[in-house]
């Protein structure tokens, strides 16, 4: 069962603009997290949110929960070709992590 | 490093071997997951071992066979792999508890021939 859908599933756009990220579920979850992921490499923590409405920035990465707890979103604005890579959100549960279907983004210098 | 080590990190197998991935932490956490990652899919959750507790996925098949002997140790025992089971195996570990972060392996990119 895929709990947590992402969208768009690639993405690739030119150094400097702007992009949003989705992560949408029909459940609630206790914390969500998003990870980014580079080829050969496990996923890497990005940040924890929390408490339903709760917004989160890291430098030019802005994370938002959604109210009810069920969705989120990663907005990347001025993009830099270090921010290529696949993005994956994590709904918690508890005991166990449900990942999304993951966003693969390539910024073009 | 993540303190989360996986091996070996590329494995060639054939379909009538039996082989074994590993994956050791000393981070003290409680709770460890074994998930598989196919090329277009999303992160399948496998397994999770959790205070010493096996939650296991039902839509598993049997050729895999996790192994959990100690927090610090799991182990992922593989037999008569089919070439679809091809992907990158990764381990994570954390702490049971609200909000805490996992860390993730490098993984073992596994081939079956």
């Known amino acids: 069962t895929q709990l947590l859908e992402q969208s768009p599933q690639f993405l690739s756009i030119q150094e400097g603009e702007n992009l949003t990220v989705y992560c949408n579920s029909s459940?609630?979850?206790?914390?969500l997290q998003w990870y980014r992921q580079e080829p050969g490499e496990g996923p890497v923590l990005l940040v924890t949110?929390?408490?339903?409405?709760e917004v989160k920035k890291l430098k030019r990465l802005t994370f938002q929960f959604g109210d009810a707890r069920k969705d989120s979103s990663l907005h990347i604005t001025a993009a830099q070709p270090g921010d290529t890579g696949l993005y994956l959100c994590a709904g918690d549960t508890g005991n166990q992590f449900y990942f999304g279907t993951g966003t693969s983004l390539t910024v073009i210098p | 490093e993540t303190g989360v080590t996986q091996t070996p990190r590329h494995l060639v197998m054939g379909m009538t071997n039996k082989k074994s991935l590993k994956c050791e932490q000393h981070l003290g956490h409680n709770a460890m997951y074994w998930y598989k990652q196919s090329a277009k899919k999303p992160l399948e959750l496998m397994f999770v071992y959790s205070l010493e507790e096996r939650v296991e996925n039902n839509s598993v098949p049997s050729r895999f066979s996790p192994e959990c002997p100690n927090s610090s140790h799991l182990f992922l025992h593989l037999h008569t792999l089919q070439p679809e089971d091809s992907a990158l195996y990764l381990c994570?570990?954390?702490?049971?508890?609200?909000?805490?972060?996992?860390?993730f392996g490098q993984g073992t990119r596994l081939t079956v021939v």
């Open positions: 949110v929390v408490t339903g409405g």
């Open positions: 994570a570990s954390r702490v049971i508890w609200q909000g805490t972060e996992a860390f």
């Open positions: 459940s609630v979850f206790s914390s």
